[in-house]
């Protein structure tokens, strides 16, 4: 049974800086891929960033790149979101995501396994 557990989310300022991190448990997650995903109230879940655990590669939504980082360790099966210089729209819970595949896939729907969720809040 896979788990994710999110963390690290909290209030900031805007221009600040969070770490979220994603505990995966549960299965070799080599070939899977990670996603990040955020909900505002009232919004569709939408597409953050996502990670290939086996190459490390990455891909970002455009509305983060350039603020927003994906890393994984391997020893410690975690995901870490790196996420700099935010702005009071990156309010949201965020939640980590996986599936199956090394395919990149940006819809919630293609991710069957979740987390709870973190609480992002950034004050402007």
């Known amino acids: 049974q896979v788990q994710l557990v999110e963390s690290g989310g909290g209030l900031v300022q805007a221009g600040g800086s969070l770490r979220l991190s994603c505990a995966a448990s549960g299965r070799t997650f080599n070939t899977y891929t990670i996603g990040w995903f955020r909900q505002a109230p009232g919004k569709e879940r939408d597409f953050v960033a996502s990670i290939n655990w086996s190459d490390g590669k990455a891909y970002y939504v455009d509305s983060v790149k350039g603020r927003f980082t994906l890393s994984r360790s391997n020893a410690l099966s975690m995901v870490y979101l790196q996420m700099s210089s935010l702005k009071p729209e990156d309010t949201a819970v965020y939640y980590c995501?996986?599936?199956?595949?090394?395919?990149?896939?940006?819809?919630?729907?293609?991710?069957?396994?979740w987390g709870q969720g973190t609480q992002v809040t950034v004050s402007s």
């Open positions: 995501a996986a599936r199956s595949s090394s395919v990149v896939r940006t819809y919630h729907t293609d991710y069957p396994y």
